[in-house]
């Protein structure tokens, strides 16, 4: 029969130390999944491209939007100026649909009049919609000729 000094202890405070250790990480890991967001979206000016002044005195700029589906199911989204007034539309459409964990990319058409213009630059900003919920709010920059 062994002595008690040969025997070693299962539960020591090193082992308490990384057990609680392991359990933090595990409940932060776990706090970060489920606060994350649906989407992730990015919305910039179409590269090359200038604005250009349409015959009712709006003025348009193009831009690139690239929306990553974080989720397995598949979601529809719409795209919506909501600063300054003005109007916005994707190229293809009303709607976009993306597919469970994919990347989708696609082009909007921006018309502000020149009432909301505020010099070389303004703020706009877009919200990103999934029916009635918003997934995010991205702002960004209107130039004007």
Do not use: C, H
């Amino acid at each position: 029969m062994p002595s008690k000094r040969a025997q070693k202890k299962l539960i020591t405070g090193r082992s308490i130390g990384y057990t609680a250790g392991l359990v933090i990480l595990l409940v932060v890991l776990n706090l970060f999944m489920y606060f994350r967001s649906d989407t992730q979206t990015t919305i910039l000016r179409a590269a090359g491209s200038l604005p250009l002044v349409l015959d009712d005195g709006k003025i348009r700029n193009l831009y690139t939007i690239k929306i990553i589906n974080k989720t397995f199911d598949d979601i529809t989204i719409r795209a919506r100026l909501i600063t300054p007034e003005g109007s916005s539309r994707f190229v293809s459409g009303e709607e976009l649909t993306i597919k469970g964990e994919q990347l989708a990319q696609s082009a909007i058409f921006v018309d502000l009049p020149e009432s909301s213009i505020t010099g070389k630059s303004t703020r706009i900003t877009f919200e990103i919609t999934r029916g009635d919920e918003v997934l995010e709010t991205i702002k960004t920059n209107f130039l004007s000729p």
